[in-house]
């Protein structure tokens, strides 16, 4: 496609968070005949891009929301957007050693006096509007002459730190606007949720999820007071065949609301306390087997024990009588201390000899054995 050949109009969209240069851009790029729209924030300028197709964006690096590198980065993304020029305009350019080709600008141009910016705004134009688009990827315009701020430095240091730690972090991080649409994203969050860095960025979190979960984080999200919560545990959340613990933290900066989102994979834990749960309740079903027969046993051999119960030990018996006397020194009936102390039962009867003695007309006279 011929830039700014009657194809393409001459729209130009400008980002960045200083109202002050936000107005001088417009008025200047407006006065040379652009139509211009302009916004503070990169997700405002995603927003902004999906209705507003411009030829050229000027971009500032360090923004609220989704900075600079990142909606350079999601714009490179969107096949649309092949022709769009996006040009960084930024105050931290002498300081960072921006590499912007490397995440898809085609020019760097440091902010500084107003005026002296003007000569090279026009040049990135000229070159833009002669089809040499190509060719603007070589050094940062007025680079040369921005004094490189102590302070500036070490902030950008800070920041590269920061970088750089919550990208080795082994739970993924997430920074949300209250409405749950993703303006940070570390690499863990992205590999967790199975999303690309750049189209995760702008996306709403709850189109992460199936319907069902993402409506139940959204009406999280809208309830989100001043604690923090923690959901996942009990009720799992699963993406990708994951089961995630989900950690929300609302935080506030300068009037600016958004929601910290962490992220711990904890499919292996839960896999783990399943196992046990599962060994568990296979042993409390052994044991209780176990005990069962046990107890059967138990209630076997009481009950063979009970037929068993005998007498023994030496018995005090009358020689005459033939009554025995107890523990107590108590003389008892033969027949009684026997059913008493086992379980034989008497029953009454008379033995030959003693029915021919006491019926001789009965049972007559019978020879002794």
């Known amino acids: 496609m011929v830039f700014w050949k009657g194809v393409v109009e001459k729209k130009i969209l400008i980002v960045d968070n200083n109202k002050l240069f936000l107005r001088l851009l417009s008025n200047f790029l407006e006065e040379k005949g652009y139509d211009v729209r302009s916004v503070e924030d990169g997700l ?5 891009l999906e209705s507003f197709v411009p030829a050229v964006v000027f971009v500032d690096l360090v923004m609220p929301l989704i ?3 990142r909606l350079c980065r999601i714009i490179r993304r969107m096949p ?3 022709a769009v020029a996006l040009v960084i305009v930024s105050a931290i350019a002498a300081e960072a050693e921006v590499d912007f080709a490397g995440f898809g600008a085609d020019a760097c ?6 005026k002296s910016m003007q000569v090279h705004i026009n040049a990135v134009l000229s070159h833009l509007e002669s089809g040499m688009r190509a060719k603007l990827s070589g050094g940062i315009y007025g680079g040369d002459v921005t004094r490189e701020r102590q302070i500036t430095k070490e902030l950008i240091a800070a920041g590269r730190h920061f970088q750089v730690t919550v990208d080795n972090m082994a739970d993924g991080f997430l920074e949300l606007t209250p409405e749950g649409i993703v303006i940070f994203a570390n690499r863990m969050a992205s590999v967790l949720l199975g999303v690309e860095m750049e189209r995760l960025l702008a996306s709403p979190l709850a189109g992460c999820f199936d319907k069902g979960t993402g409506q139940r984080l959204l009406q999280l999200l809208a309830s989100l007071a001043g604690e923090c919560i923690e959901v996942g545990e ?3 959340v699963v993406v990708n065949d994951r089961l995630l613990l989900l950690k929300f933290v609302p935080f506030a900066d300068g009037g600016q609301r958004s929601v910290i989102l962490l992220m711990q994979d904890i499919t292996r834990r839960k896999r783990v306390e399943l196992e046990l749960l599962r060994h568990r309740d296979q042993l409390e079903a052994e044991v209780a087997e176990r005990t069962a027969a046990l107890a059967g046993k138990n209630a076997a051999l009481e009950a063979a024990l009970a037929k068993v119960k005998t007498l023994s030990g030496l018995l005090p018996i009358c020689a005459s ?18 059913s008493k102390h ?8 008379l033995c030959p ?4 003695k006491l019926y001789p007309n009965v049972f007559g006279d019978k020879p002794s054995t």
């Open 44 to 48: 405002a300028a995603l927003r902004v």
């Open 67 to 69: 900075d600079g590198e």
């Open 342 to 349: 086992s379980e034989a039962a008497f029953s009454h009867s």
């Open 353 to 356: 000899d003693c029915a021919q």
């Open 109 to 114: 141009i440091a902010k500084g006096p107003f």
């Open 321 to 338: 009588c033939k009554n025995i006397r107890d523990d107590q020194g108590y003389w008892n009936q033969i027949e009684l201390y026997i």
């Open 234 to 236: 009990a009720d799992a």
């Open 80 to 82: 649309e957007f092949d």
